[in-house]
């Protein structure tokens, strides 16, 4: 579905459920006072400034930072890791006529290997007979060590990957192509912590995981709910610590880590398929995972298993926050736009 649908539907249903909602509003700064436990600050409210130009402070009992990958409070308060190992770029464009299976497989998104299995294509129908087609691979490999490289030189970068690849190649041969190229870098990081004194995080604000399986809008859904139990909690307790704002955070760090298992695991050459042939009784489990359902312990039992079918050097996964995280430099995720046709 189009994402900017899918969000206009969300604004709408919460102002329904008596949400006052206010757009076209920048959040500049999050107001912090001297009497928290989480080094000393208590959030205790924003400074905004409306279309017009004006600036106001506006105070609040919690603040939930649900700025995306820009990450307020995350840079303000230095909480953000970047993944030792998912260190990763994207570029992609929107295409018209590509070709799309039929009947109830139409809209089903595709995940394609590049032939040196370094990368892969993300293949998603949308409305309108347009397609998105993205390629993800290592950062170096894809931009040669910075995204902010000339728009042309994304363009041809990304003709010549969908040319090495004969199933994206087929599918798009004589679509049109709609719109310029985005490019972003597209490290997976997490916050320290989920919460401080007055604060909670949410969505990509928290943490944003490598896109393979499509699990961000489930990710930051999830987190959202989660820190809206404990900030309503919170609230009628008259309690807006870390503590009781950041209760979700191990078991939904728990959630993402199962995820990003499933997603290192794809990275490093595991074979799903040889694996459920292995161990049929487990499909119910892995597919159980794929689709989102990382909630629960129960999924677990697939790791021992997995592990039984490792190349004897082969270790599992390091862990998110830990091991040699990339190169210090410019590591935010920015997004390069096109400058010709948009969407
Ligand atoms: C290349 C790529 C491909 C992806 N593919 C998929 C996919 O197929 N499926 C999927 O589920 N996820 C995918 N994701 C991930 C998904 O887009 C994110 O995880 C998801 O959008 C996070 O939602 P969010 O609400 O936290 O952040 P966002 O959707 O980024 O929303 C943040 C909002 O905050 C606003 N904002 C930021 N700063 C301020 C401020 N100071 N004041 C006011 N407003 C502010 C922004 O304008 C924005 O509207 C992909 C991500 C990337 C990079």
Not at 81 to 94: N, S
Not at 150 to 158: C, M, P
Not at 306 to 326: D, F, H, I, L
Request: aromatic share 10%; with cysteine.
């Amino acid at each position: 579905m189009v994402r900017s649908e899918f969000d206009q539907m969300m604004l709408e249903n919460a102002r329904e459920h008596g949400v006052s909602a206010f757009e076209g509003i920048r959040v500049r700064d999050v107001l912090f006072d001297n009497t928290g436990l989480f080094d000393g600050k208590r959030a205790v409210g924003v400074r905004i400034q409306e279309e017009n130009g004006a600036v106001r402070e506006v105070r609040a009992k919690v603040v939930v930072d649900a700025s995306g990958q820009s990450g307020m409070l995350m840079n303000k308060l230095e909480l953000r890791i970047w993944d030792p190992l998912l260190d990763k770029g994207a570029i992609w464009t929107y295409w018209e006529g590509a070709y799309r299976d039929t009947g109830r497989d139409e809209g089903a998104t595709m995940v394609l290997q590049t032939a040196d299995k370094k990368g892969w294509f993300w293949y998603i129908p949308l409305h309108d007979n347009r397609l998105s087609v993205g390629i993800v691979r290592p950062f170096d490999d894809l931009f040669g060590g910075s995204v902010e490289k000339t728009k042309t030189a994304h363009g041809e970068r990304y003709e010549q990957e969908v040319a090495a690849c004969p199933a994206v190649a087929k599918r798009v041969a004589g679509a049109k192509r709609l719109t310029g190229y985005f490019a972003t870098k597209d490290y997976s990081y997490r916050s320290t912590t989920v919460a401080g004194d007055g604060w909670v995080l949410v969505g990509d604000a928290f943490g944003f995981l490598d896109p393979l399986y499509s699990s961000g809008v489930l990710l930051a859904l999830r987190s959202g709910e989660m820190a809206a139990d404990a900030v309503v909690e919170g609230l009628k307790k008259n309690d807006v610590s870390a503590a009781q704002l950041g209760k979700w955070g191990v078991p939904f760090n728990q959630g993402v880590d199962r995820m990003r298992r499933l997603v290192c695991e794809y990275y490093d050459g595991f074979s799903f398929g040889n694996f459920i042939r292995s161990y049929p009784e487990l499909r119910g489990t892995v597919t159980d995972l794929l689709i989102g359902d990382l909630f629960t312990d129960k999924v677990d039992r697939v790791w021992e298993p997995m592990e039984t079918q490792y190349p004897s050097a082969k270790r599992a996964p390091v862990r998110w926050n830990e091991g040699q995280a990339p190169s210090e430099d410019e590591k935010q995720n920015e997004l390069v736009l096109p400058t010709g046709l948009r969407p």
